[in-house]
Structures are given as C-alpha cells and as structure tokens.
T-cell receptor, first 116, second 112 residues
C-alpha cells in the first residue's frame, strides 16, 4: 500500500520557466493538501483540494500559482514564470477526510524546487 | 483563526536525557492536536494526535504528549532521547474541516 507519492523529488528551473509538481494520494484518500516549506521555516498551507474541486486556496499566491486534482490522475501544483523566491520544499499530504475529523495527514517526501 | 506557537527554535539535549518540546495553540473550540517529526530531506511523519478523552497521549517511538486546556498547551515529551531522535518536530492544530495549521518547528539536536 504505497504512501503519498510526489515527483519529482528534486526540480531545478531557470527563472521564468514553469514548474509542475505532482502528487498521488494514498489509496482510498480523496483529500489532498499542498504545503510550502521555505528554508528554516515551518510549513505554510497553500491549497486544499478534493477530486475536481478546490476547497480552500486561501494560502495560494494570487498570481502564477495554480492547483488541480482531476478525476483521473495525480494532483498538480503548477507554478508559472518561477522566481528565485519560489525555491522551497513543496509537500503534499492526503487524508481520507470522510468522517469530519482531521484524521491526520499522510505526507509525501516532498519536491525540492530550486530556481536558478 | 487558529495558530500554533513553538517557542523553541532549537533545542540540544544529551543522549539519554529527557526531552520536552513546547507547543501552544490558539483555537476557539476543542482543538485537534498533532505532533509530526521531519528527518532531514524527508516528509513529515505523524508521531501522535489528540482528539478527546485522556489528555495524555502515547505515540510512536516512545513519545507522549499532554493536552492542558488551561494552558492551551500540547507539549511533547520523551523520557530518554536517542541519537536517532535528532530531527525537526512540528506541532499542528486542526479543525473539523480537515485543515491543519503548523507551528514553526523545533529543531532537536542530540549530543553523544
């Protein structure tokens, strides 16, 4: 029973390029969360999605960032026209989320984005 | 809005010594509380969680945490630290909407 799978583990992009980060939740989990961890900082919530729905995107920067969780396939976090300040570790987590309790997320190993 | 404060950014303890990591939260209702551990270059692993009931919660790897409503705290403890416990520890508070808010983390170093 595979856990939360994120790929790639490491991603290097030049300023102005696009970054696509993928997350496959645990089997049976229908809720996906994206967090960003800047160097020497804690985790900052970005977006919460269910299949084909964005539930809460209050942590997403207003420009250049978007997320989706299609009916089929992984969740994608997309960053357009990356800048140096986007360099961070991006973590995906999933939960079953069906019982109304925050059952505790299962985290992926993260994607470390470096913008050069 | 909920928030979590971990007052200690870095803590160093000797191997075999006891450990307490502090966590204070702000939340209007009964909180759901979590502790996660992150080893270097890795994701976060759930150590333990509190929803209700007994205020002393046992977790994995010999960790425990105590919920104290009067102090709005959920401190993590371990009686005897091992070198492999060196990592970063995050406290989090959740709501019924499945949202978790994390503290800034405490980096634990273990001296031989």
């Amino acid at each position: 029973n595979a856990g939360v799978m994120q790929n790639p583990r490491h991603l290097v992009r030049r300023r102005g390029q696009e970054a696509r980060l993928r997350c496959s939740p645990m089997k049976g989990h229908s809720h996906v969360y994206w967090y960003r961890q800047l160097p020497e900082e804690g985790l900052k919530f970005m977006v919460y999605l269910q299949k084909e729905n964005i539930i809460d995107e209050s942590g997403m920067p207003k420009e250049r960032f978007s997320a989706e969780f299609p009916k089929e396939g992984p969740s994608i976090l997309r960053i357009q026209q990356v800048v140096r300040g986007d360099s961070a570790a991006y973590f995906c987590a999933s939960s079953p989320g069906s019982d109304g309790l925050p059952s505790g997320y299962t985290f992926g190993s993260g994607t470390r984005l470096t913008v050069v | 809005a909920q928030s979590v404060t971990q007052p200690d950014i870095h803590i160093t303890v000797s191997e075999g010594a006891s450990l307490e990591l502090r966590c204070n939260y702000s939340y209007g209702a009964t909180p759901y509380l979590f502790w996660y551990v992150q080893s270097p270059g890795q994701g976060l692993q759930l150590l333990l969680k509190y929803f209700s009931g007994d205020t002393l919660v046992q977790g994995i790897k010999g960790f425990e945490a105590e919920f104290k409503r009067s102090q709005s705290s959920f401190n993590l403890r371990k009686p005897s630290v091992h070198w492999s416990d060196a990592a970063e520890y995050f406290c989090a508070v959740g709501d019924a909407g499945n949202m978790l808010t994390f503290g800034g983390g405490t980096r634990l170093m273990v001296k031989p």
